[in-house]
């Protein structure tokens, strides 16, 4: 993988109709350590958690089962709440509604990652 490809290692599974049909590891977990890939082995995903996002986002106000621009707070489909500890927001001393559509776009006022040394 290394060499043709410039991956050092990864798992892959391949899961049909929500069973797991097979999964495997290749390559190396570590460099350093020489540790293996299983098909265990947790790795960071990145930016490609966006596409991943996009596409459940898109099955799920396809099924109806998502509304974009309702409030996080409030999920009309079920009528339940779909972050019902989110706290409320407001600008300027005015309650303002956060969207689902507002949050898959940064627009939705939610501040950016703490520093490294803030995280407890």
């Known amino acids: 993988l290394k060499v043709t490809a410039g991956i050092p290692g990864l798992s892959v599974g391949v899961s049909v109709n929500g069973g797991i049909e097979w999964r495997e590891g290749f390559g190396f977990a570590n460099l350093e350590s020489g540790s293996r890939c299983t098909e265990d082995t947790v790795m960071r995903i990145a930016s490609i958690s966006k596409p991943i996002t996009a596409a459940i986002t898109a099955r799920l106000v396809q099924d109806g089962r998502l509304d974009l621009d309702s409030p996080i707070q409030v999920n009309s489909f079920y009528n339940t709440k779909y972050l019902p500890n989110f706290p409320a927001k407001k600008f300027?001393?005015?309650?303002?509604?956060?969207?689902?559509?507002?949050?898959?776009?940064?627009?939705?006022?939610?501040?950016?990652?703490?520093?490294?040394?803030?995280?407890?």
């Open 92 to 120: 300027n001393g005015v309650p303002v509604a956060i969207t689902t559509r507002q949050l898959l776009s940064h627009n939705g006022g939610i501040r950016h990652y703490k520093k490294k040394e803030d995280v407890g």
